[in-house]
């Protein structure tokens, strides 16, 4: 199958996936990746499918060849990484987050994921670095606040815990709430 007819088949494949058809989607795609092994578009569209249904192994393998033809896009990384994630394989994860990071350091969400990771591995000074970067760009994001809070608490850092959680109520009250409520951690909203 050539390249022009692959783009249109995933070209409709994208427009069957937007339809609410998945299933059908993701036959046509079964049989591109199978036609042309070394098509990483059509792995990558396939890939998103697999881990929207929560097809873990299976998005692991399209993620795989997807690396091995774009080993240089710090997304790719970044995507497998949250992949293994899911299969708690954490030092592979925390390996391609890594990976993503150097490629591209300003790619906030890798910095987050490495976060996660690093709480699941118990290296949470590491944990608390990486939600300080992660926090760094993107300031208005209540997760990376969230988690480097309760990282703070589990670093016996009570005080930096409640000024985070002061960052945190100054934008976000709603989450602010919760962690207090997750954590007992309380501190006087100021008028």
């Known amino acids: 199958m050539n390249a ?7 070209r409709r494949a994208a427009l069957l996936r937007a339809l609410g058809l998945e299933a059908a989607a993701l ?3 079964d049989r591109l990746c199978k036609q042309a092994p070394e098509d990483a578009c059509s792995h990558a569209q396939r890939l998103q499918l697999l881990a929207l249904a929560g097809a873990w192994p299976a998005a692991l393998a399209d993620s795989a060849c997807v690396l ?16 293994l994630q899911q299969v708690e394989r954490w030092a592979e994860a925390d390996e391609a987050f890594v990976r993503a990071i150097r490629l591209d350091p300003q790619m906030d ?20 670095q990486a939600l300080a970067r992660n926090t760094a760009l993107q300031p208005l994001s209540p997760h990376g606040w969230y988690q480097l809070a309760r990282v703070q608490l589990d670093l016996q850092q009570p005080e930096a815990a ?4 002061r960052r945190l109520q100054a934008f976000e009250p709603r989450v602010a709430q919760q962690l207090e ?8 909203v100021t008028p």
């Open 109 to 128: 969400r890798a910095w987050y994921g490495l976060a996660l990771v690093r709480i699941c591995q118990g290296r949470l000074h590491e944990a608390a």
């Open 4 to 10: 022009c007819l692959r783009r249109l088949n995933r």
């Open 68 to 83: 091995a033809h774009r080993p240089g896009h710090a997304a790719n990384w970044f995507n497998h990484g949250y992949l």
């Open 162 to 165: 409640s000024q985070t959680l």
């Open 181 to 188: 409520r997750d954590t007992g951690l309380a501190v006087p």
């Open 27 to 29: 036959r046509l795609l």
